[in-house]
């Protein structure tokens, strides 16, 4: 079982930025994604890096302003959010998958964090 904590989720004012990191637990290698939920919205795919960092894949709304990294030394995962908008407002969910399949659905994942939030004010 995998334990995945997130951090860094907070209160920004629009165009500001925002640095998200997960920490995974124990050793293993998996290929990572960020999802995130707002109010009344069902979960929503941001973006995915491949095991080794290799490959990486982004929502359309989020290209050019996010960026997903990898430290494998440190089996952690970031995501830095820079010119948020007010719609970018949502918990935010780290998780984890042993399989790149299905990576922008949530049956795509074994592993999900808790959740961070992260409120962009207008």
């Known amino acids: 079982q995998v334990q995945l904590v997130e951090s860094g989720g907070g209160l920004v004012q629009a165009g500001g930025s925002l640095r998200l990191s997960c920490a995974a637990s124990?050793?293993?290698?998996?290929?990572m994604g960020w999802f995130r939920q707002a109010p009344g919205k069902e979960r929503q795919f941001v973006a995915h890096i491949s095991r080794y960092g290799a490959s990486t894949y982004y929502l359309d709304s989020v290209k050019g302003r996010f960026t997903i990294s990898r430290n494998n030394a440190k089996n952690t995962v970031a995501l830095q959010m820079n010119s948020l908008k007010p719609e970018d407002t949502a918990v935010y969910y780290c998780?984890?998958?042993?399989?790149?399949?299905?990576?922008?659905?949530?049956?795509?994942?074994?592993?999900w964090g808790q959740g961070t939030q992260v409120t962009v004010s207008s």
């Open positions: 998780a984890a998958t042993r399989s790149s399949n299905y990576y922008t659905e949530d049956r795509g994942y074994d592993y």
């Open positions: 124990g050793r293993t290698l998996y290929a």
